[in-house]
């Protein structure tokens, strides 16, 4: 059973600030499917911490947003200083009511920044896809802003403005760990039911 967040109901899920949520290094896994589409100019924050702008207390996140009519799927971070949004984005158009794993990636050591995406069927069920690199990007010399006090949300980025919750989406899992996998560690489990005391697991929310 997933988590609906359609706008008219439920907008987001808000979990409470703490120190490990605060990254540098991070693996963010987001199961979900998209029930309606955003329309030109909305943003859909599938799972982050804080606001992804310039000159917020953001720290990361992935969306997925209507940009002038191009459907863009992207990973993005706000830097230490909060001045800039880094990001790793490529046009997607993803299928409505169709399971998906956005994976995002950023490790503070080699400064590569990736977003890897996979069709499927959530926990195991025929059809789940290996994931594919849709963007990476390397950022040298760019840390996160793990000062970043603000909540991680499902369905919306918090204190952002404007309607940040345009399409209607189901959020199955959320998962956050320690470590900026490779691609074969990112397939061998992200489609794999995992368990809290998994090593390098921080955060499991599974709706």
């Not at 706008?7 to 808000?14: A, I, K, N, S």
């Not at 987001?30 to 309606?36: A, D, K, N, Y």
């Not at 804080?50 to 863009?72: C, K, M, P, V």
């Not at 963007?135 to 919306?156: C, D, I, K």
Request: proline letters at 1%.
């Amino acid at each position: 059973m997933a988590l609906s967040l359609a706008r008219e109901l439920l907008g987001h899920v808000h979990v409470p600030d703490a120190a490990g949520l605060r990254r540098v290094t991070w693996r963010l896994d987001v199961i979900f499917r998209v029930r309606t589409q955003p329309t030109a100019g909305q943003i859909l924050g599938l799972a982050g911490k804080g606001e992804l702008t310039a000159a917020s207390d953001g720290n990361y996140g992935i969306r997925y947003r209507n940009d002038g009519g191009t459907l863009r799927l992207g990973g993005h971070f706000v830097d230490v200083g909060a001045t800039t949004v880094y990001s790793a984005e490529a046009a997607q158009e993803l299928t409505t009511d169709r399971y998906y794993a956005a994976v995002q990636t950023y490790s503070d050591v080699t400064k590569v920044h990736n977003l890897y995406l996979a069709a499927g069927d959530y926990r195991g069920e025929a059809g789940a896809a290996a994931t594919t690199l849709i963007a990476t990007a390397t950022h040298g010399g760019v840390s996160a802003n793990n000062a970043s006090t603000r909540p991680l949300r499902f369905g919306a980025e918090d204190g952002a403005t404007g309607d940040v919750n345009g399409a209607d989406i189901d959020v199955a899992e959320v998962r956050l760990w320690s470590t900026a996998d490779a691609k074969a560690t990112i397939d061998s489990n992200v489609w794999t039911r995992v368990e809290r005391d998994a090593a390098n697991l921080i955060g499991l929310w599974r709706c």
